[in-house]
């Protein structure tokens, strides 16, 4: 701590004999020791009480480390991230099975005619587009076009001409 040498201690002891004199110097040393010591205890119970602080701080901390690291839940965590792939698989299923259920057939009942069901949609062989019929929901450059009925009489006959000498 103080850097004092033999020298020093010399130049001090003569000083003190001289100041204090003999008679009175025991004493006073006496004194010295008792102060210093006092002094040193009271340093090391500070040092003492200030890492006994200190060790109740890390304590704390660590306690609170460990309370953390015990909620700490990996379950948890992998269903809160996994929630975003199970919400659109819940809506991909909830899509599926409206579009597999059929609405249930309409049957007619006996004194009520029959309506007549809607024509097929065709796609249209126009490569610009302009058909007839509402464009798809998708929003494609195909067109869909109605289809004509069909009527019930049987298309007529064409006769083919054939070879010189073969009978018909």
């Known amino acids: 701590m103080f850097d004092i040498g033999g020298l020093e201690l010399l130049v001090i002891a003569i000083v003190l004999i001289v ?5 009175d ?3 006073m040393l006496r004194t010295f020791g008792r102060v210093s ?25 660590l306690r609170k480390t460990a309370d953390e690291v015990r909620s700490l ?3 948890n965590a992998i269903q809160k991230n996994l929630n975003p792939i199970r919400a659109v698989g819940d809506e991909i299923r909830s899509s599926l099975k409206a579009a597999t259920v059929a609405a249930p057939p309409r049957v007619p009942q006996a004194g ?5 069901a809607e024509p097929p949609m065709t796609m249209s062989s126009n490569p610009n587009g302009s058909g007839q019929g509402s464009p798809p929901a998708d929003g494609m450059a195909s067109s869909v076009v109605e289809a004509e009925p069909v009527s019930p009489t049987p298309p007529k006959s064409v006769e083919t001409p054939s070879r010189t000498g073969e009978p018909t």
């Open 19 to 23: 100041v204090v004199g003999p008679k």
């Open 25 to 27: 110097l025991p004493k």
């Open 37 to 61: 010591s006092q002094m040193r205890r009271m340093a090391g119970d500070f040092r003492r009480q200030f890492d006994e602080a200190l060790q109740e701080a890390e304590l704390d901390e």
């Open 73 to 75: 839940d990996p379950r």
């Open 112 to 116: 009520e005619p029959a309506a007549p």
